[in-house]
């Protein structure tokens, strides 16, 4: 009787799996998706019964098949950069290095005034390494406190501020599932932003909460983690990559990332529920400041800011007015604040 129990766990794992990977990746919209996961569970309900009934072939059979799906699923599913992508991540970044200058590529600077209307710019930018003086960990929180997107924005001596954020590359008319990010529904992006768009849009348009940290990293680690995003970004680009919900998203990669910087950083929970980065950080020294996560927390609540400041030119300032270990400039006056009329906006190259 055991080996009957474990050849049925066998079929009941493999046929949710095959199930899943049937529906994802179907190439039948509407009711006839569901057409290739029923045959497919009706197939492991055969092989079940005749598990515990002594007929055998049809669990011979279904293990055929299953063999035939993992090729297909290994063979077959290909990560690709040709298809139908959202206006938002239908370019991919990259970018080229000539000494401390980087060049990047595609760097997103749209104008969001709701999701659907936006002003598309696609800019190319450069950066001087040299200049190079803060990183920041942004995480943006739409419902959940364990799960939020983690953003990580650098900042340089002249002014200029550009994110870097992880994102899934949404095809037309998709819908965003975890699930579906096992089963190789979406492909993975390493996109390059300003903050007017990647963090405002995030506040200001989708109504998320956005928390900023100040992170205190060892000397030339903060050159090589741009750098480490520069080669990601632009290996994507000539070899496509699946997001994984659970391996392959904004906040393993960070991760991922940061160890090749600072090798050995212990793995904790936290990395995957990263709503709750700030408290790995903090157990890593890498927050100075405040004493506390809570209080960490509090003062880089910026979403209150976002919304308040009208021009753009002053939107990277204001967010980070009170952050603990940001150097705090002298208040504005009511122009400079962000009231209509004040500062320039950046213009697209």
């Known amino acids: 009787m055991i080996p009957q129990i474990v050849i049925g766990v066998a079929i009941l794992a493999s046929?949710?799996?095959?199930?899943?990977?049937?529906?994802f990746q179907s190439p039948f919209a509407g009711p006839a998706r569901a057409v290739l996961p029923t045959a497919?569970?009706?197939?492991?309900?055969?092989?079940?019964?005749?598990?515990?009934?002594?007929?055998?072939?049809?669990?011979?059979?279904?293990?055929?098949?299953?063999?035939?799906?993992?090729a297909w699923w290994r063979l077959g599913v290909r990560a690709s950069n040709e298809r139908q992508w959202m206006p938002e991540?239908?370019?991919?970044?990259?970018?080229?290095?000539?000494?401390?200058?980087?060049t990047l590529r595609n760097v997103r600077n749209f104008d969001?005034?709701?999701?659907?209307?936006?002003?598309?710019?696609?800019?190319?930018?450069?950066?001087?390494?040299?200049?190079l003086d803060a990183v920041d960990l942004a995480l943006s929180y739409w419902g959940r406190p364990a799960?939020?997107?983690a953003m990580v924005s650098f900042g340089f001596a002249d002014g200029q501020h550009v994110v870097f954020s992880v994102e899934i590359r949404r095809k037309l008319h998709d819908v965003f599932s975890e699930i579906g990010g096992f089963f190789r529904q979406y492909e993975l992006s390493v996109l390059a932003s300003t903050e007017e768009d990647s963090l405002r849009v995030r506040t200001n348009v989708?109504?998320?909460?956005?928390?900023?940290?100040?992170?205190?990293?060892?000397?030339?680690?903060?050159?090589?983690?741009?750098?480490?995003?520069?080669?990601t970004a632009t290996r994507l680009v000539k070899k496509p990559r699946f997001y994984n919900t659970l391996t392959g998203n904004c906040t393993t990669i960070v991760y991922r990332l940061a160890d090749q910087i600072v090798p050995g950083l212990p793995l904790d929970y936290r990395v995957l529920f990263s709503g709750y980065l700030p408290e790995y950080?903090?157990?890593?020294?890498?927050?100075?400041?405040?004493d506390s996560p809570q209080a960490y927390r509090q003062a880089g609540h910026y979403t209150q800011r976002a919304r308040a400041t009208l021009d753009a030119a002053q939107f990277s300032r204001n967010i980070r007015r009170g952050v603990p270990g940001v150097p705090q400039a002298a208040a504005p006056d009511q122009d400079d604040a962000g009231v209509p009329g004040a500062g320039a906006r950046n213009s697209a190259t």
Do not use: C
Not at 15 to 23: D, E, I, R, S
Not at 49 to 64: C, D, E, K
């Open 15 to 23: 046929a949710a799996w095959g199930a899943a990977a049937l529906w």
């Open 147 to 149: 799960i939020a997107h």
């Open 89 to 102: 991540v239908a370019r991919q970044t990259e970018g080229t290095v000539d000494g401390d200058i980087v």
């Open 281 to 290: 950080l903090y157990r890593l020294n890498a927050l100075e400041g405040a």
């Open 206 to 231: 989708r109504g998320e909460e956005g928390y900023l940290y100040r992170v205190h990293m060892p000397e030339g680690a903060a050159r090589k983690l741009f750098l480490s995003y520069v080669e």
């Open 112 to 131: 969001w005034r709701t999701r659907s209307d936006y002003d598309v710019r696609w800019e190319t930018r450069s950066y001087d390494l040299s200049r």
């Open 40 to 70: 497919w569970l009706a197939l492991a309900v055969a092989a079940l019964i005749g598990v515990f009934t002594g007929q055998p072939w049809p669990a011979w059979l279904y293990g055929v098949l299953l063999l035939a799906l993992l």
